[in-house]
């Protein structure tokens, strides 16, 4: 399947969180249903990349998503999970633009300014509109491994369904030891997130490092 996008990057973070799995069906359309960890209880994710090679330079990008069920496709190798973005924000207006126009992203229309800070077992991620902070984001360190994670992405074009597949490789680390934690700020980004049952703290935690995230060519289904 074509590839439509590439990026490379230096750091990234993706952490799942337990939210409302009413709140979680009222941010999908009708055709997804959320995954449950527990009774009524779906799955946020919170991610953060910082991108040091496209075709636009170097940006950072904050995405929000539930997770859903992955369908069976045209690969040999099935994906680990689907995803479902209902809004997402980058530090470029050009990535912002060519993202939107590609793939349907939901962006927020203003730029934001983010932090990466490593240490040795800890990576914190701390985002900004306009000096006003939206989050503070941290995940911790487990076994680091090199390896590719094959994901979907679901979208919608008005009333077309759209899907691509997405393609995560480098050094990765993932563990469930509730290490991370996560804290928002008011702000438009933020704004239905804190009205909804989100936990503070992360069931799962990922960190990538020195890696390629690869957009495959949309699909109609």
Not at 18 to 29: C, F, G, K, N, Y
Not at 118 to 139: C, K, M, Q, Y
Not at 198 to 217: A, C, D, I, Y
């Amino acid at each position: 399947m074509p590839v439509v996008s590439s990026h490379r990057f230096h750091t990234g973070a993706s952490a799942f969180f337990e939210m409302a799995t009413s709140d979680a069906r009222a941010l999908l359309p009708e055709h997804l249903e959320p995954i449950e960890v527990t009774h009524q209880r779906s799955v946020l994710s919170v991610t953060a990349f910082l991108f040091d090679d496209s075709v636009v330079g170097p940006y950072t990008e904050l995405m929000f998503s539930v997770i859903v069920p992955p369908t069976v496709a045209q690969w040999g190798k099935h994906a680990k999970a689907g995803f479902y973005p209902f809004l997402a924000a980058t530090s470029s207006a050009v990535a912002r633009r060519i993202k939107a126009e590609r793939f349907h992203f939901p962006y927020h229309e203003q730029s934001i300014d983010a932090q990466f800070i490593e240490t040795s077992d800890r990576l914190r991620v701390r985002v900004f509109g306009a000096g006003d902070p939206i989050l503070d984001l941290s995940v911790t360190l487990g076994a680091w491994e090199t390896t590719t994670h094959l994901l979907q992405g679901f979208m919608m074009n008005g009333e077309q369904r759209l899907r691509t597949t997405l393609q995560i490789s480098g050094d990765y680390s993932v563990h469930e030891e509730e290490g991370g934690a996560m804290k928002l700020f008011p702000h438009p980004i933020t704004s239905e997130l804190l009205s909804q049952e989100v936990s503070p703290q992360p069931f799962r935690e990922h960190w990538f490092k020195n890696g390629t995230e690869v957009f495959h060519q949309l699909e109609t289904i």
